[in-house]
């Protein structure tokens, strides 16, 4: 691989459908209508009931996330109709690897879907300072032991979270995976790659 197409490779991992669903959402300071505030209520609402740990339903959801929770906020956030979906953001890509990842990650369940999020919520800081490591003169091994490390340290502090829903990744880290090989990895082979990860953490 040429340097520029390294360099290429690294520019397109701050690019990327999930980054800019983070961005975007987070990047929101406004007091009224804050979506990302919302889900973090209910990621962090999931996530405490997962590490009890307790049932998992949207009942148990709306009550862990106490006053600020409701049917009709957490559909918001989660289900067919839920406005400002990651899914969403991956099928509006276009791309056609990035197509296949939302594939693998379009919910009937909305609690599935919630967890799906909170995962790439609570790997978000952990994924951006694995980016940082990541050099123009790496090569593409060498940024996917990168990569996984970061998944596997997350899995690790994240027990609970990491096992939901059959040991799912971040969404966020497979779609970096397909964008480090560039075509060459697929996003089901990325998925699968990154579940094992996970499962061996």
């Not at 959801?61 to 989660?78: C, D, K, L, N």
């Amino acid at each position: 691989m040429t340097m520029g197409a390294r360099t290429e490779t690294v520019a397109e991992l701050d690019g990327t459908a999930v980054g800019g669903w983070v961005r975007r959402l987070a990047g929101n300071t406004a007091p009224r209508r804050n979506h990302w505030h919302t889900r973090q209520i209910y990621y962090r609402a999931a996530e405490a009931l997962l590490d009890a740990p307790a049932e998992l339903t949207w009942k148990s959801i709306v009550e862990q996330a106490g006053p600020r929770g409701s049917r009709s906020t957490f559909y918001e956030v989660a289900g067919g109709h839920a406005r400002h979906r990651m899914v969403d953001d991956l099928i509006g890509d276009g791309r056609p690897g990035v197509i296949e990842i939302a594939l693998r990650y379009l919910r009937t369940d909305p609690v599935v879907q919630l967890l799906d999020e909170t995962k790439v919520w609570s790997f978000w800081d952990i994924r951006q300072e694995a980016m940082r490591q990541l050099s123009d003169r790496m090569p593409v091994d060498e940024m996917e032991r990168v990569l996984t490390a970061s998944v596997a340290g997350w899995a690790r502090l994240r027990p609970a979270l990491a096992r939901a829903g059959g040991c799912t990744p971040p969404a966020c880290a497979v779609e970096d995976l397909t964008v480090l090989h560039r075509g060459h990895l697929s996003g089901t082979e990325a998925l699968a790659r990154l579940t094992e990860v996970v499962r061996a953490a």
